[in-house]
């Protein structure tokens, strides 16, 4: 069975072999369409800059919707229809050798990371084409391996992401079960992790944008807005609750999170 570093190994070192590019196209309608199923020699990648569609591939059924790319393989049934009536897309439809290294990743629908990185790369592969000048086709050719080349670091990157969650998910758990508790370990979170403290807090800020004291805290001061607006729990009991033991450090802390004190709070809502 491969590790997550492997296939990762693997991604990062897939290829593909783009040999020839038919057209690149957009379409920019206001009303309703459908386009009746086609089998077509060409692969077809289109990024939505405005609307949705139901594409049909093979007859199931995908939900495309502005800032996804949608990839159609070669050989198989197409069919699309309309779901709004402002609808935008630029796509390309090109070939692939087949003796060459095509074992790229394709997935049929993309959900970006970056979108508007695609939305310039796909206007710029446009350009390219209609310009019709010197090389337009090789220069086309190269935006479209770039295309490429960014959806595959956006897949890397989410599984690096989605490792990264994996290996502290019990951790994350436990801190969501105990928030309230007097004091959660550093220590012992990363064991649970089977990692390092300093690993761990890197792992933890790059998944969630936040150190795991500052989300702790996020969570006991979310638990205090809900016991200040649904109980009469005197508030030095509330931050007892949830394990401030010095009241004025858990007003404080308050204050800067919500720009008021709990009883200015409690006495407004």
Known sequence: MKTNNENMLRYAESDLNITYIDAVFNQHLTNSWKHTPKVNPFHRLFFVFEGEFIAYIDGAPITVKKNQILYVPNEVSYQSESLSSEFYYIGAMFSLGNDGPNDYPFKSLYNLQFPEKFSKLFESLEKGWISKT????????????????????????????????????????YIEE?????????NDLAKMSDITPT?????????????????????????????????SIPINEIAQQLGFHDVSYFSKLFKRTYGKSPLQHRMHS
């Open 134 to 173: 010197f090389g337009y086709r090789l220069r086309t050719k190269m935006t479209l391996y770039d295309i490429f080349r960014n959806l595959l670091a956006e897949h890397l990157m989410i599984n690096d992401i989605l490792h990264g969650y994996n290996t502290i998910k019990n951790a994350v758990h």
């Open 178 to 186: 105990n928030y309230y508790k007097d004091f959660i370990d550093l």
């Open 199 to 231: 690993h761990f807090i890197r792992l933890f800020k790059s998944i969630y944008s936040t150190t795991p004291i500052k989300y702790i805290n996020k969570l006991r001061m979310d638990r205090a807005v809900e016991l200040l607006d649904h109980s």
